[in-house]
């Protein structure tokens, strides 16, 4: 089965995403994140207003076989959740890296997403 | 050293040695003992000196051994009570299918008790008017310590410190405080105005380092807590949880947890089912909806089979050690499920007519032995000004041990509590028991 | 291949469905209690309202729907899932075993004396030297143990230094519980590739933070931890205590004892070892057994007796007090002690040489690959290929209960098998001839089934994303 790794954003080492939407960062996690915990059925996530940071746990993820640890792919406060994801945690299973993220922040340090993992790096770690 | 005959070894392995020898050859052995990789250094050669004995010869043995145990009337309680028990519970509990199944993780093979399981729930659900109820936990004391490190996992509670009424339980506190130990939580103590909570005091008391309220309703001395509401504002105004402790049969009368603002109600569900056994107890724990990911313990759900039908299973199991480990929302595993399933029966039993009456009478029943004894000179009961339940305490003029010990001497166990208060439990003793006993009082006292 | 016919008893059928009491009856009744204030009680109580025939009928469908003991072979790993005994329900029932805890030691000298007992009999089966039978289950017991743990340090005046309890990777679930529990940080350590502590690592993991190792032996792997002597003495030297974990004491019994192999603090699950019912999930009992420079510190009570044979509760100098109300889970502490008598020496090494016998011709049947040995009184077959999940449901169409599942992770798809002593030859080999079919089963036949239970595959991943937890939440019951 082969992975979707899109190159419009970065990854880190814990299977976590972070792109940049006009100055704001959406995070969610990986395809083959999503594929190696199967079924979700519950996200924990901050309130918006939060500081989260970076390669801290923000929130947990919860499948029916594990429970995970959401790390932070950067710091900064958290200016939106994706509530969606209450009442349907599938949307994780489902589309990862759409209708699956998590939440958005205003990164306190800007420039630390291009220091993060391209689409081929973190392919490269998955190989 | 052998393996030795059958007859000489258990029961209940039903080897022929026929079969022992073909299975040995099947596996390529000649003897049971070569099957065994103890390190030498380490085998045990000894024997433990434990005569085996006949089913005749130690069911003789254990009822004569508890034969020694004194034949008394008891009207003890402090949070274990002598409760009457149909006998239906006894002969379909004792079913082979409930006794003998293990834990439900194979939900298709057990569907039954899971269900059972589930009314369980839904009966503390109706009783506290709080969203969800685990399946069981050991008994009121465990229940109270998983509730204070529960309420450190709330995400709207603040505070490290857990206020608990002065008069607590000494094996309730004691364990409590094992609970808190390892998570660093304090447990303080707030004093009590005639048997129930001092408000004031405790109002004084709460500031922002508290994490959780405790309360009982009734207390461990039979009182009914006139003020739960204040002390679930009080909780609430301090990003405190409020935690009330009771039971089935109190709460099939008072207002619900939930009407009063508690977060979390623990208590013995064992009031209801299981038979006085030495301490025995059935842990209840429910709680609001919204925490139900931090609740320990495990939750039967419903969902659906590949077929549409209605199914049963152990649910939101990622709480728990087998899964999440030292993260689990608590290390229980064997919990108290054939009590839990007695204590449902029982109430199916009773049905709400027969719990309301029952509850009722615990009321009534200790208040007329109030009466009769505060009429006995250099006898006054009750102590406090205050509604109780079951039990309540009462003072003499004598020494209070002295008294207690007489009336253990008359067939009557009462508790003995300071130099001049006792305390006495009425349950479903009949009515001559309780005549017998205010005879016996006055006797004892004159 | 022989198949028994024995799934008939729980046999799809529409007759066996029942429904839930609510949906039989609910009646509202008017709460109002002469002398209580309004403000103190409810108004109203609402709950099913069904006469004793229909309780009677409801609960014995229930129990129609759920596999015991005597429904056939339940080789549940890790859980020593043995018959148990009749008898000792009648003791248990007998009304001397029915006081209340706090009358005064000379009103309850009976249950005091076997409860004595007991605490020697354990002692002595584990090589310990002193007992308390406090703890209400076997999580219970490790709680207590790292509580005495604690104390101990405590008293060292360590308790800020050892910080760390050692638990291997492959550890029961409650070990990981119940050190962080007692406040400690959990280190793992992996497992060597013959399925048993790799000694470097543990050497490795040891030092001044250590507060213990826990260990079960044999481990959940069913194979003997052979090092237990070296492991003994690194944990020893580092200063840390040695924990037994006694969900596998069924293997040992009367031929190897904890105490022996160095052990300083156990726990006995009686409901295993000592066939005590489960009850579906509980009452067990956990009582904690330790070594002599630790007796202070047991759980209160333990139970003495004076020169005139007069016994009591007596609460140890240093005890960690209660992790439970009142003195445990008496009526199955009696259950275990009466267990213990009708067995004795004999009887006791007759039943792991059986587990161990049974373990062991049931894995030479059994037709998945078995990684580890030499097994012990149980052991971990691979699934790997299947799904160990769909095995196991598989393998309720055959009148048995399945094996543990998934679990120790060291082994892929794991089929984690106990079949204990009290299984004929003629049970174990139906129970292989279980396994065997399911193993020839494709994918798509797997998936099909249970096609015999009361209900078939169950849909657990709506149950966990919508949690629906009592009768209430039912959108629409049936009225």
Redesign the interface.
């Known amino acids: 089965m082969s992975l979707d790794i899109p190159d419009d954003r970065r990854y880190i080492e814990s299977h976590e995403w972070a792109k940049d939407e006009d100055g704001h960062v959406r995070i969610g996690i990986s395809d083959f994140a999503q594929d190696e915990l199967g079924d979700i059925v519950f996200v924990e996530l901050p309130d918006v207003g939060e500081e989260i940071i970076a390669d801290e746990p923000f929130g947990v993820i919860e499948s029916i076989k594990a429970v995970s640890d959401l790390y932070a792919p950067l710091g900064g406060s958290v200016t939106a959740i994706n509530e969606e994801l209450f009442d349907r945690p599938e949307l994780v299973n489902q589309e990862p890296y759409e209708g699956g993220w998590m939440l958005e922040i205003d990164p306190s340090d800007p420039d630390a997403l291009d220091a993060l993992m391209s689409a081929s790096e973190y392919e490269g770690q998955l190989a | 050293m052998s393996s030795p005959d059958t007859e000489d070894g258990s029961p209940y392995a039903p080897h022929t040695e026929a079969e022992t020898e073909a299975m040995l050859d099947a596996i390529g052995a000649s003897d049971v003992e070569e099957l065994f990789d103890i390190p030498s250094a380490v085998a045990f050669d000894d024997t433990f000196d434990i005569p085996a004995r006949s089913e005749a010869e130690i069911t003789h043995e254990v009822r004569s051994i508890l034969d020694r145990n004194a034949s008394v009337t008891c009207l003890l309680g402090r949070g274990h009570y002598d409760h009457f028990i149909p006998a239906i519970v006894d002969h379909i509990a004792d079913r082979s299918e409930f006794l003998t199944s293990y834990t439900q993780y194979q939900p298709e093979a057990s569907q039954g008790y899971l269900q059972a399981l589930f009314e369980y729930q839904s009966l503390l659900v109706e009783l506290t008017g709080l969203g969800v109820a685990n399946c069981s936990l050991y008994d009121a004391a465990s229940a109270l310590g998983e509730a204070a490190t529960f309420a450190a996992r709330l995400r709207h509670t603040d505070g490290n410190r857990v206020l608990v009424p002065e008069l607590l339980h000494p094996g309730r506190r004691s364990t409590l405080e094992n609970y808190c130990a390892g998570p660093g939580i304090e447990v303080a103590t707030y004093p009590s105005d005639d048997g129930t909570a001092d408000v004031d005091a405790l109002e004084a008391l709460v500031d922002d380092d508290t994490l959780m309220i405790y309360a009982e309703s009734p207390t461990i001395r039979g009182t009914l807590e006139p003020a739960s509401r204040a002390l679930g504002e009080l909780a609430d105004d301090h990003d405190a949880a409020f935690c009330l402790g009771s039971d089935p049969y109190a709460l099939s009368i008072l207002e619900t947890p939930h009407e009063v603002g508690a977060d979390i109600v623990v208590g013995d569900a064992g009031v209801l089912g299981l038979p006085t056994s030495f301490g025995m107890g059935l842990g209840l724990f429910a709680t609001r909806e919204e925490y139900v990911r931090q609740t320990p313990g495990r939750l039967v759900g419903v969902s659906e089979d590949l077929e549409g039908t209605r199914a049963f299973s152990l649910t939101l199991v990622t709480r728990e050690q087998h899964i999440r480990r030292e993260r689990a929302t608590s290390n229980i595993c064997t919990n108290q499920a054939w009590v839990a399933l007695r204590a449902a029966m029982h109430a199916a039993w009773l049905g709400p007519t027969g719990l309301v009456d029952a509850a009722t009478s615990y009321v009534e029943r200790p208040r007329e032995l109030a009466e009769r004894l505060d009429a006995i000179d250099g006898v006054s009961a009750p102590v406090h000004d205050r509604a109780h339940f079951r039990e309540f305490t009462w003072r003499v003029d004598d020494d209070a041990s002295k008294v207690a010990n007489a009336l253990l001497e008359h067939g009557y166990a009462v508790h003995a509590l300071d130099d001049d208060t006792l305390q006495v439990c009425v349950t479903d003793q009949p009515n001559a028991a309780i005549d017998g006993f205010v005879h016996a009082v006055e006797e004892v006292i004159t | 291949m022989k198949i028994h016919e024995q799934a008939r008893w ?1 046999r799809r059928d529409d007759d066996l ?2 429904p ?3 949906e039989k009856d609910s ?3 008017d ?1 109002s ?5 309004d ?4 108004d109203e ?6 006469a ?1 025939p229909e ?2 009928a ?14 056939g072979p ?1 080789p ?1 790993g890790s ?1 020593t ?5 009749k ?1 000792t ?3 248990a ?2 009304p ?9 030691d ?6 005091l ?2 409860m004595y007992h007991l605490q020697r ?1 354990l002692a ?2 584990c ?1 310990m030297d002193r007992v308390s039978l406090q703890p ?5 017991g ?2 207590a143990g790292i ?1 005495i743990c ?1 104390a101990f340090h405590a008293d060292n005046g360590e308790d800020g230094q050892r910080t760390e309890v050692i638990v291997p990777a492959s550890a ?3 070990n ?9 940080e ?1 280190v793992t350590v992996p497992s060597n590739e013959e399925g048993r502590v790799d000694l470097e690592a543990l050497e490795a993991a040891l030092g001044p933070e250590t507060a213990a190792l826990m260990l079960t032996n044999p481990n959940t792997l069913g ?2 931890e ?1 090092d ?2 070296e492991i003994a003495s690194l944990v020893h030297e580092a200063g840390g205590l040695l924990y037994y974990d006694g969900a596998n004491l069924n293997a ?1 019994l ?4 904890p105490g ?2 160095g052990f300083d603090i156990t726990h006995y ?1 009686v ?1 295993k070892t000592f ?1 005590t ?8 009992a ?1 009582p904690v057994g330790v070594t002599d420079r630790l007796a202070d510190y047991l759980p ?1 009570p333990v139970v003495t007796v004076d020169d005139d044979e007069t016994y009591r509760r007596v609460t140890p100098e240093r005890s ?12 199955v502490l ?1 259950k275990a ?2 267990y ?12 792991s ?2 587990a ?3 373990a ?2 049931l894995a ?2 059994v037709g998945y690959p078995i990684p580890y040995g ?1 097994v ?1 009184h149980e052991f971990v077959a691979s699934a790997s290929g299947q799904d160990a999940g769909e095995v ?2 598989a393998m ?1 169409d055959y009148g048995v ?2 094996p ?1 599942t ?2 120790p992770e060291l082994v892929d798809e794991a089929l984690m098998t106990e079949p204990t ?2 299984e ?2 003629e049970s ?1 080999d139906h129970l292989a001839d279980a396994f065997n079919a399911v193993r020839d089963l494709d994918d798509d036949e797997l998936a099909e089934r ?1 096609k015999r ?13 919508s ?8 959108e629409t019951p049936k009225s």
């Open positions: 729980y469905t029942e839930l009491l609510v009646t509202t009744v709460v209690v002469d002398g209580l204030d403000s103190l009680t409810r109580l609402t709950l099913p309202n069904i004793e309780v009677a409801h609960y014995t469908r229930l129990s129609q729907m759920t596999f015991g003991i005597e429904s339940y549940l859980c899932m043995k018959y148990n005994p008898f329900e009648r003791l029932a007998d001397g075993a029915h006081v209340h805890p706090d009358l005064p000379e009103a309850c000298q009976g249950i004396e076997i009999y002595r089966i090589g209400p289950a076997g999580a219970a490790e709680f509580l604690r029961h679930g409650t990981f519980a119940s050190a962080a529990m007692g406040g400690y959990v194979v003997i052979r237990i002597e040992l009367g031929r190897a004892r022996d192999m699950n409901h066939a019912p489960h009850g579906g999930g509980g009452p067990g956990g209160d960690i007090g209660k992790v439970h109300g009142f003195e445990g889970n008496w009526l009696l002690f009466a213990i008598a009708r067995l004795g020496d004999d009887g006791l090494l007759d039943a040489a059986k161990v016998l049974n062991n011709y030479e049947r030499p012990q196991a449901r309720l209960h399945p543990t998934k679990w002593e009290v004929t030859k174990l249970p239970t009361s209900v078939r595959k169950i849909d657990q991943v709506a149950a966990a994303r949690p629906v937890l009592n009768w209430q939440s039912i």
